[in-house]
């Protein structure tokens, strides 16, 4: 089993920043690809990004890419989600998610967070 805890989530204004931690525990860490999601209000929930459990492999969305970065820290067992330039459509709840394979598909992952919300206001 691997539990997973969001923080870092907030109210931020347009054309600002916050970085999302995503704590694991449990199971090894560092075997597990790491992913993040988000649901808006209303929304189907959407793959954010996702990184190899060795740090080398990454991907995020094109609705992000250019804004948002991901890594993880092993040591420390936490993966992070840079989020910049943040603008109200980011507004959403955040997910990480770990799973043996960190595709871009829910079903790709096997342990989920219970999520942050993060709001922008314009």
């Known amino acids: 089993q691997v539990q997973l805890t969001e923080s870092g989530g907030g109210l931020v204004q347009a054309g600002g920043s916050l970085r999302l931690s995503c704590a694991a525990s449990?199971?090894?860490?560092?075997?597990?690809?790491m992913g993040w999601f988000r649901q808006a209000p209303g929304k189907e929930r959407e793959f954010v990004g996702r990184?190899?459990?060795?740090?080398?492999?990454?991907y995020v969305a094109d609705s992000v890419k250019g804004r948002f970065t991901i890594s993880r820290d092993n040591a420390k067992n936490t993966m992070y989600l840079q989020m910049n330039s943040l603008n109200a459509e980011d507004t959403a709840v955040y997910y990480c998610a770990a799973g043996a394979y960190g595709g871009s598909r829910q079903s790709d992952y096997n342990y989920w967070g219970q999520g942050t919300q993060v709001t922008v206001s314009s």
């Open positions: 449990g199971r090894t860490f560092s075997n597990a690809g």
């Open positions: 990184i190899s459990w060795g740090g080398s492999n990454i």
